[in-house]
Structures are given as C-alpha cells and as structure tokens.
C-alpha cells in the first residue's frame, strides 16, 4: 500500500511538472485515489487538511482582489519607475525592490498579477524590452516573499502548520538573508541586462510628467480601503503578542474589508481563487496519504542517517534537498510533502533552524525552473498573453544561476547563524 | 421567419484588406463586426469591434487596471497604432461560428447568448450572405409581434 501511495503521489507530481492538466484536477484526483484506494480513510483524509493555511491564503486574496481597485499598487509601481529617473539600473534595482517589498507583505503571486502588467506599460513607455524587467521582478517576487510568514506558499504552509513560528519570527529569521540576497540577485541581473536597458531621455521625461495618483484619487473607498490594508499587516506583526492566529488576522481583515469596500458579496468572493485553495485541500490528503503510509517516516529516517544526527548537515540537506524538488516540480507540493519529514526528522525537539532551511530552499528553489512557483507560471502567462514569450530553456538560464547563487548565501547564513 | 428574411448587413472585407481599411468599412457599416473573406469569398474569420480595439491600442491595456495618469499624447500609443494601420486584417481576425440563411431566430438569439458576440456572418451553403446583429435581430422580432 505505501509503495502505491509514493506510485500515485510522484505520479501527480509528474502531472503537474508536465502540465498534463490543470493542477487541480491532478491534486484532486490524487487525493480521491488515495481515498477510494483506501491508503487514507475519510476521518483522516479530513483532519489532514491543513485549515489554518486555507484561511490564511482565502483571507489575503479577499483583502488584496478588494484592494486592488484603488489603484495603490499602481501608484507605487510608478512612483518607483520616476524615482529612477530614466536610469535603467536604478529602475531594476526599484522595481525589485518594489516587487520584493509587496510580495513579502501581500504574497508573491499577487504581487506578480498585480505589478506585472504595470511593468509592462513602463517598458512600452520607456521603450524597454519587457522580458528582463518582468524576469527580475519574477525573481525578486521569489526573493522578498522569503521574507515574512505570508509572503510565499511555502511559508504559508510551514507558519500555519507549526504555531510556535510567529509573524516575527519569520522576518527575524528570513528578512535579513531575504534582503542581501535581493540586492546580490538584482545587482547580479542588472549586470546580466545592462547591454539591452536604455533609455533615451526624451522618454525618462515622458514617465516624469505621468500623474500617478490620478487613478487613486478617483477610485472610491481609498482611505478605509488601505487603512484595512494596512491595519491588517499591523497585526499580522502583533499576531504572536496578542494570541491571535495569522489566519485569524487574514480571515478578520478580509471580513472587515468586505464592510468597508464591497458593495457586492458575491462579486467580491468571486475573487478568491477556488482552484488554488482546492489544489492545496487536494495535496494536504495525499501527503496524508504518505504519512499514514509510514513512507514520510522512511524518507525521515534515511535522511537522520544520511546526516548522522547532526543538526547543521540535517539543514543543510533539507535546504537543497527542497530546493531540487521545488525546482522539479512546484514550490507548493514539494513543501507540503517536506513538512511532515522536518516533523520527523526533530522528533520531540523544536529546532527553528531546520523550518528556515525548508523556507529558504523551497523559496529561492521557486525561482529556478519556470513551474517551480506559482508567481512564475502566472508571470510568464501574463507575458504570452501580451505576445512576449518566455521558453522554459530562457527561463533556465536566468533562473537557475540566480538560484544556485541565492542557496549559496542561503547556506552561508544557516551555518553562521542558525546552526 | 428564418435568417434570410431578417435585415442582414453586407459588411465585409477581404481578408488582404488593412487594418485601416477594415476599420474603415466597420465605421461605416451599422454592425459591430465585419466578416473577413477568403478568396472563394468564404467566410475566414469575424474582425470585431473588440478586434480593431486590442489591435490599435497596446496589448498589456487587457491586463492593467488603471490608466487615468495616461495622455493621449504618449508617444508608444502613436507608435502602436502606426505599427497595425498596414497590416492585413486577417492577422487579428478571429474564427468565428456562423449561422445559416434558414436557421431560426431563436436559435440566432441562442447563439448570440452563449458565443457572447453582438454580431455573427450568415451563410447560404459556403457562400456569406450578410452580417446579422442582436440589434437587426430584436427590431425584426418587435416588428413582427406589433404586425400579430
């Protein structure tokens, strides 16, 4: 039965690596073999799912679709691009910290539908070619949604799975390196691009002349839109102090935010990506399925003796093992498989440093291959669909070096650090 | 009463014609759409309202959200409206389901619903016949109840 489980488990995960159908449908039907099958009973397939992570992502896609109309993260975007004054250097390094920024605080794949197109529009204007600029920010949507318990899947599913990692926990431990490798990322692709990013003057004077608060002083609701907005990342920080779940925080910001900013309940609930919170229902019952199984146990056990018990390579494997896996298949899967191994591998002792090692290789793992994380996938849709395309072979050759230079740091950092 | 007795418009270019000139015939036409046609004169594809909007104005406009900060002076809008005005039409026409002379109305009325086009090209055989609107379609039916 558990060589079954790992049959039907891997064989979803080379569904969704090949785009043989919708990730959804393969989650889906993973989760009802495992069920029908009988590797995972009805009581157990139900309490695996992982609930807090399902409310948290429901909740800040609410609070950012309900957002959005506010023209805010428009704003920001372009005042970013003024502020570099036409220089294409400063305008890689603003917009991904820009990106980075947003993705920590929002999420990384929102972050990407949200200031994508608006890079998109700034290179028409600027006369630049889109793909760099949209690739650095992919990369750096990666990088900065390292930063904090909301910014990228991974650390969703770690922060909502182990309750003693707080808010703050997360950016004590992962802003830091977050930023350093940002800068070192963007300087790195800046360098890259520098041959194809200029600007000619008369178009830098173009951007400056743009209003960009136009849009934000016509939209309605602005000042209680953002004042939930950002009321709702206060207390993501003050979650831990104040006993408060973060999917507690998300679910009450959106709750809030659907008074405030929404006329139409059903049109904003429309917002919320079902097919994503249904995927990760369908990858939490079958990781269940391995659990019950005994093969995380088995994957645990031999990584304990590959290591030899000690903590400092136990990290070190779960960094880049996450990290390959990630890039192979997806961020999310991969992560969602890993959390109970890391269970495992610490038995009855908490050790933070290992769920930083996961975060960091399943994160920065996110940016080497073109399906290794959501944010990829929907950046690169947004690229095809504006006549722009991206082949998994361009994307490899930007994403992977940047990868392998993002773990080495990563690495550097766990064992001066954290081991 | 089927199709071919209904106010059909001949609105249609060949599918050689510019961007320009098609946007030209579909001004002046009273249809939101043109057929585009083959050399045999077959029906190749619909080119839109919709169509000649995405194609004269930038791509990303489908993404974006907010665009007030932008004038109409800006350079890269002349540029992309310079870059389509020759380009042949059948470049940004779409395939696009036809009806038939004697197809009935409501099935015309159906089709409109679930294709979501405000204008579809009947055809008689393989030849095209004229462009049918919602708005030729609904005047016909008034008319005919206020004959009854």
Known sequence: ?419 | MPLRDVQLVDASVPETATVAEAAATLFAASVPALAVLDDGGRVAGIFAEEDVLKAVFPRYLAEVRHTAFLSDDTPSLDEQARSVRDRPVREFARPVETLRADDSQVHAAERFIHTGQDALPVVDGESFVGMLSIAALCHARLERAQER
Request: net charge negative.
């Open chain 1, 1 to 419: 039965m558990s060589a079954l489980a790992v049959v039907i488990f891997v064989g979803a995960l080379a569904a969704i690596a090949f785009d043989w159908a919708h990730r959804t449908k393969i989650a889906l039907g993973g989760a009802a073999l495992m069920v029908l099958l009988g590797i995972i009973d009805q009581e157990h397939a139900v309490e695996a799912i992982d609930w807090p992570t399902l409310g948290l992502l429901a909740g800040m896609m609410i609070i950012v679709a309900l957002s959005e109309p506010t023209g805010i993260f428009t704003y920001i975007a372009l005042r970013a691009t003024q502020l570099s004054r036409g220089n294409p250097i400063a305008l890689v390094f603003l917009l991904a910290f820009v990106t980075g920024v947003l993705s920590a605080f929002l999420d990384n794949l929102t972050s990407i539908l949200l200031v994508v197109p608006i890079t998109l529009l700034i290179a028409d204007l600027l006369r630049l070619p889109p793909i760099p600029l949209v690739l650095i920010q992919v990369l750096a949507s990666n990088i900065g949604g390292t930063a904090t318990l909301i910014g990228d899947p991974p650390n969703i599913l770690i922060g909502s799975h182990r309750s003693e990692l707080s808010f703050m926990d997360f950016i004590v431990n992962l802003a830091p390196v977050s930023i350093v490798t940002l800068g070192v990322v963007s300087g790195l692709l800046a360098l890259v691009y520098r041959a194809s990013l200029h600007v000619e003057p008369e178009r830098a004077a173009e951007i400056a002349r743009l209003d960009p608060a136009r849009d934000l002083r016509e939209a309605k609701n602005v000042k209680r839109t953002l004042a939930v907005l950002v009321g709702t990342i206060v207390a993501f920080f003050a979650h831990s102090a104040i006993g408060v779940e973060p999917a507690v925080v998300a679910l009450v910001g959106a709750t809030v935010m659907l008074f405030v900013a929404s006329d139409d309940v059903d049109e904003a609930l429309g917002r919320v990506q079902w097919s994503t919170l249904l995927f990760f229902v369908g990858l939490f019952v079958m990781v269940g399925g391995l659990v019950e199984q005994g093969v995380v146990s088995d994957v645990a056990e031999r990584l304990a003796t590959l290591t030899e018990g000690s903590p400092t390579a136990e990290g070190l494997v779960i960094l880049w093992t996450a990290a390959a896996g990630s890039a192979l298949v997806d961020n999310i899967p991969f992560t969602t498989a890993m959390i109970p191994v890391v269970d495992e591998i610490q038995g009855g002792e908490f050790d933070d440093g290992l769920w930083w090692a996961l975060a960091l290789g399943a994160c920065f793992g996110g940016n080497a291959t073109i399906i290794a994380a959501a944010a990829n996938v929907a950046a690169t849709g947004i690229l095809d669909r504006t006549g722009n395309h991206v082949s998994f072979l361009r994307f490899l050759a930007v994403g992977l070096p940047m990868t392998l230079v993002s773990l080495v740091i990563a690495t550097a950092y766990l064992v001066l650090f954290q081991f």
